[in-house]
Each structure stands twice: as C-alpha cells, then as structure tokens.
C-alpha cells in the first residue's frame, strides 16, 4: 500500500514541478528584481545594515501579544533552516547532481526580493482584532487586496498539506531516520518525543514559539556552520573542484559515478528550484504569516527581513552543507538524504562523533522547524474553518511524523514536499505578480523617507492601498 501511495506522489510531482510552474517561479522572481532595479545587490548593505546590523532591537517586547522583528525572522528561520539545509540539500546532489545547487544560487538570488514582497505585502494588509492579536499572510492580502477569495482559500489550503507533509511529517522523519542510523533507536520512539515537545512549545502561542527560535536558532546555526567548516578546512583541496562541478554540470549532464547514477540537465534545475524553494521559502507564502506579527516601523523594513533570511538560508548555510558533500566525495556512494551527510562527516571525524554531531543538529534544527511551522498550520487554519474548529484539529499537526516515521525511501517520501510547495507556491505566486505595484509604492515610500504607509498608522487607519475589485487595477501612486 505504501509503494503505490509513494509512486502515485512521485508522479503527481512530476506534473506539479513541471517546465511550466519553474518557468512561471522564473518569472515572478525576474520581474520584481527587475521593478526594483536589482535591490539585493545595490541595496544589499542597505539590507545587512537595517536586519542583522540592528540585530539587538527589543521594540517588539511592548507588546506581548507580537514579536520583535529579530524573533519574527528567527521563527521564520526556525522554519527555514531545518532538513531542506541538510537532507534536503543531499536529496538534491542525489538525484540533480552537483548541478542542482547552481540553480539553488539562482533562485536565492532572485527570491531575496520576492521574500522582500511577500513579507512587506503582509504586514501592509496585516488584520488586528479587537484584543491586538494578528492575523496575516497570503490569504489576507489576497482577500483583501484583489477580492479573490477562492484563491485565498486555495492558498490554505496549499498551506495545510505543506505544513502537514513538509513540515509535520517530513521534519519528524528526517530525525527519526538519522537517529535511526546513527543508533538503531525506533524512529517511532523519536518522532513520538518530537510530537511531545512540539506540541508544548506550540501550543503556548506566537510569543513563545518567538522566545523559542530566538535563543535556539542562531546558536544552532552557528554551532553547524562552525562543524562544517572544520570538514571544509580539512578538504580545502578538493573545493575548488566540488565549486567548479557544481557550475560544470548546471547546463550539461552530470555523469554516473560509482553509486552516483548521473543527472541530467532537467533533473538538476527541478531539484534545485523545488528544494531551493522549500528551504528558503520565498515566493511559498509561509514566511510572511511569521512577519506579519512583528512590531515593525515599517512593511519594507521587515521585507528586509524575509531577504536576508534568503541569503543566511541558502547563500550560507545550504552552501556549507553542499560544500561538505561534495569535497567529501561522498556522492559517489549511492546514499541519499541524511545518510548521505552522516558520511560526510564520517571522512574526519570519528563514526561516533560524526553520529553525534549530525543527529544533534538535525534535531534542533528540524524540530524548530516543526514548532515554526504550527503559527503557519494555525494561520491557514483559522482562515478557512475559524478559531472554535481549530481548538480541535489543531491536535491533528502533530500526528503525521509519527505516523509514516518507518518508511526507509526517503526520496519518494520527498516528493510530498514537491507537491505541497507547489500547491501553497503558486496562488501566491499569482498575488505577487499581482500585487507588485503595492510593494513597489510601499518600498519607495520607506526609502525615500515619507512613510506614509508605516505600520502603525495602517493598523489604526486600516487605510489600505486597495486594487479595485470592478475592474482589478492595481493603484499605482
């Protein structure tokens, strides 16, 4: 039963990960970047300077119904930086070959702005109730800027299978796996302990999932980055090659190599735009139900956020964990996934510490993930069934890790999330498009210094800038 379901998911991703829906991802990315006249790269200091250069801001603590912007972008990281930096990025050599991070680079690069207008967008149209509590993302502008709210409903949809499949399951059963490897624990046992601390942390609300991700993340981040590097020291001969393979076989076939069975050109643009895209989240319209709850001057100044958080995901830490790979010549063994990268490691450190590292980090990593990913699972929610039914399904998000935590293939299994990226990816996807004149205004109103649209006085006024439900124009001022 469990091969035809996993071979009925290969296929339907197949379709939904097709020329057309990389083309259109292609597109949407391109044509903002080109509307901004290339911001992430004139305006990238600019962005360092106002995200991470004030990393320390403490505004949101005045509130404690939102979060600071850092631990805003620390949550949306949590859901980020997780398995698609470490498993995800092996999956991807494994199937798309070296390739596969070139076009990981693209889609980073041009995703940068397309975060920056997902999350600005959000916090414009954001909703806050009679008690201050937000509400906010995808569905919210796409109601209440364009007036489609089958595409709004669509979009939660999308979000729910995400974050039941990508998140709930595939979080869960990367550590179970790893676990599973490392020290034949039952990665049933595993994914049941996940649930439990999961569900205690999630289930306190936005701020403490928020204080969560901010003491969690940057230490593991940084804690992987600084074990990574070891490895990439100890091989700093064979760099050059892996970056050297890795813009080799972007355009030209990757050939069989011992395990390795080869990739094509196809192959390696597919994997590297799905999985690029499920680790750094732009354009998938996750980040900004996060965002959205920051206590922020300014919509453009938390879309800031959302671009930087491109660049630390896949630039830096997706990178590293290619990098390990490839100078490992680990690749050609045949494994995939999370084995993989356990090998990695195995080539300098000690089987025992290699296990201990890597279990470790993947741990932590996926299980912020998994706890950042219920405000999305909340979010989607609520907006399609309300408050009093999600009191009760809520306890659903927790159960599909445990459930599937015994299957072995974990390719096929990740087809899941090709399917569940596509599915929230594109409605929102089709809103940017649409909605690109808003972000434009709302940049140009933050960058020349007129803010008229700050955060706090739309939240007051909820005087919007609106797109004419007679005739779909985008206001333009």
């Keep these: 039963m469990y091969e035809s379901f996993l071979s009925l998911i290969s296929t339907i991703s197949d379709l939904m990960w097709g020329p057309w829906t990389m083309i259109f991802i292609a597109f949407v990315s391109v044509y903002l970047t080109v509307r901004t006249r290339f911001f992430q790269v004139s305006g990238f200091f600019c962005i360092m300077r106002c995200t991470f250069g004030q990393v320390f801001d403490r505004s949101g603590d005045k509130d404690r119904k939102r979060m600071s912007p850092f ?140 204080r969560f991700s901010e003491a969690m993340v940057p230490l593991m981040t940084l804690l992987y980055i600084g074990g990574s590097l070891i490895i990439l020291v100890a091989n700093v001969g064979t760099i050059p090659q ?96 999370i084995e993989m990268l356990l090998q990695a490691f195995a080539t300098h450190f000690s089987p025992a510490a290699a296990n201990a590292f890597i279990s470790v980090a993947i741990l932590t990593f996926c299980l912020s993930t998994q706890i950042g990913f219920f405000i999305y699972f909340e979010t989607a929610i609520v907006s399609l069934m309300g408050e009093n039914v999600f009191r009760y399904v809520k306890w659903l998000y927790f159960i599909p890790g445990v459930v599937f935590a015994g299957i072995s293939n974990v390719d096929k299994l990740w087809a899941l999330a090709n399917i569940s990226v596509a599915a929230s990816a594109l409605p929102n996807l089709v809103a940017l498009l649409l909605l690109s004149g808003v972000f434009i205004t709302l940049m140009k109103d933050y960058m020349t210094g007129e803010k008229k649209y700050a955060a706090a006085v739309i939240d007051k006024s909820r005087q919007y800038i609106r797109v004419a439900k007679e005739n779909m124009e985008i206001v333009s001022r």
């Design 242 to 337: 892996a970056v050297a393979d890795i813009f080799r076989y972007a355009l030209s076939p990757a050939p069989a190599l011992g395990g390795f069975a080869g990739a094509a050109v196809m192959k390696a643009i597919q994997m590297g735009m799905a999985r690029g895209m499920l680790s750094n989240e732009a354009g998938l319209g996750t980040a900004p139900m996060v965002h959205a709850n920051a206590e922020t001057e300014h919509p453009f100044r938390q879309g800031m956020w959302g671009a930087a958080e491109v660049f630390v995901d896949t630039i830096v830490i997706c990178t590293v964990t290619a990098l390990v790979i490839l100078s490992s010549g680990v690749l050609a063994n045949g494994s995939s996934g």
């Design 71 to 210: 631990q805003a972008t620390t949550t949306s990281l949590a859901g980020t930086v997780g398995m698609g930096n470490m498993a995800g990025v092996a999956t991807a050599l494994s199937i798309g070959g070296p390739g596969a991070i070139f076009w990981m680079w693209v889609l980073a690069f041009f995703g940068m702005i397309t975060k920056a207008a997902e999350v600005t967008i959000a916090i414009h149209y954001r909703e806050v109730d009679a008690d201050g509590r937000i509400h906010g993302g995808p569905m919210y502008y796409i109601s209440k800027a364009l007036g489609w709210r089958s595409l709004a409903t669509l979009f939660s949809i999308g979000v729910a299978i995400n974050c039941f499949f990508s998140s709930s399951l595939l979080q869960a059963h990367t550590v179970g796996r790893a676990f599973h490897a490392s020290y034949g624990i039952s990665p049933y046992l595993v994914t049941g302990l996940m649930a439990v601390v999961t569900a205690t942390v999630a289930i306190g609300g936005v701020r403490r999932i928020g």
